[in-house]
């Protein structure tokens, strides 16, 4: 139902952009979201957004970095990265969840894609 990609290899300072493609016919019903799990730590929601697009929410770890855009058309969800830090190294992996629920328990999950920041 997701697919991510965007992953890979870069610089502390530099810039990666992810995204994540839906199949689901009700894109719209879904508030959608980007996770990450570095080795040894908690899985951390790094951002999420409405389903219209308009209302954003980021970890303060990545605040002022990091911008999670939508494209309802499209059925896809971006995670810009830039001034990517060592401390940013995890996999990465787009979620789904209906309106109205917990992002305890999400609907969808991406199968992840990896994210390594060399400084």
């Known amino acids: 139902q997701l697919q991510a990609s965007g992953g890979g290899l870069v610089q502390a300072g530099g810039s990666l952009r992810l995204s994540c493609a839906a199949s689901?016919?009700?894109?719209?019903?879904?508030?959608m979201a980007w996770f990450r799990r570095a080795p040894g730590k908690e899985r951390e929601r790094v951002a999420s957004?409405?389903?219209?697009?308009?209302?954003?929410y980021y970890a303060d770890s990545v605040k002022g970095r990091f911008t999670i855009s939508r494209d309802n058309a499209e059925k896809m969800v971006s995670l810009q990265m830039n001034s990517l830090k060592p401390e940013d190294t995890a996999v990465y992996f787009c979620a789904a969840v209906l309106i109205g629920k917990s992002w305890t328990s999400p609907d969808y999950w991406g199968q992840g894609t990896q994210v390594t920041v060399s400084s």
């Open positions: 957004i409405n389903w219209s697009g308009t209302i954003p």
């Open positions: 689901t016919r009700t894109f719209r019903s879904y508030i």
